[in-house]
DNA sequence: CCATTGTTGCAAATAATTCTCAACTGCATT
DNA sequence: AATGCAGTTGAGAATTATTTGCAACAATGG
């Protein structure tokens, strides 16, 4: 990950190194403040401050993903896994990945039909087993 | 609308009165600055705290739609139109409202496949005028 | 019309994130 | 290995969106 930046001509400090491997190791979805305390146990330098400057350039360089729930802190996932979208069983609040070529390719001729390229998109399924 | 709060068990205020009517004439999507400066307009006393907890006793209600899009301030709407889907513009902030049979129908098929029933959903695409 | 209980305005409090600026550090070059 | 400089950092102040505490006020039932 670390070659990926520096070839978008990021350059590598410390504290970014630092903050790669707290995110490689990350297996949930820790926002900023999470990932400022698990990077301050290594690192006690470390300030809140540059882990959003480091969050914004590793999703500037397209390493990490930003997911942004209602209305709650941001929370981040490194970008090496596949998109996919979410349904979420209201019952239990599982949530369930799932992806769909047709949904994707349909978004994109709406989008397009309106004049716009899409960035990125959130679809969120709220459901409830079949009864 | 009013009589829906009534009903809701909700006080009818001067202020509350006022931003119903708001809401009802917004073709928009305002976030809560906006319909205080309109709010504003009509009656100088009305403030914005007023603004914030009117929005969540309305949205209680369910007389109104609060859309958190990505990391910008809250945006509201009336319930009472059909169901739509949001596209917004990365550069001016803009949302269009669009909506798809065939994306509707495909989120009720994957969700069938994966045993659910769809209660409701969320479909938001982020994106930027076509160059 | 009065009492009760909910509502408002204001200002201060919170929460998430960004910014300012002086000190510091990668890294390309000598 | 030493040097220059542009990019980066830490600390805290600033900003933005929203919530809350509290005393004054107003909507509804009786």
Redesign the interface.
């Known amino acids: 990950m670390e070659n990926a930046l520096r070839d978008a001509g990021v350059r590598i400090t410390r504290q970014r190194r630092l903050l790669v491997q707290v995110l490689a190791e990350a297996d949930d979805h820790p926002d900023a403040n999470a990932l400022h305390r698990r990077a301050h146990a290594n690192d006690p330098k470390v300030s809140l401050a540059t882990v959003y400057r480091t969050l914004s350039v590793l999703e500037e360089a397209g390493v990490i993903d930003r997911h ?1 729930f ?2 709650k802190p ?1 929370r981040f996932e490194t970008s090496d896994r596949p998109h996919h979208d979410h ?1 979420i ?2 019952e239990t609040g599982a949530v ?1 990945e ?1 992806r ?1 070529e ?2 994707e390719r ?2 994109a001729e ?3 039909e ?17 009864g």
């Open positions: 942004a209602e209305g941001a349904l069983d209201l369930i799932f769909s047709k949904i349909l978004q709406i989008a397009a309106l004049g716009y390229d899409i960035v990125h998109h959130r679809l969120e399924l709220y459901a409830r087993k079949q």
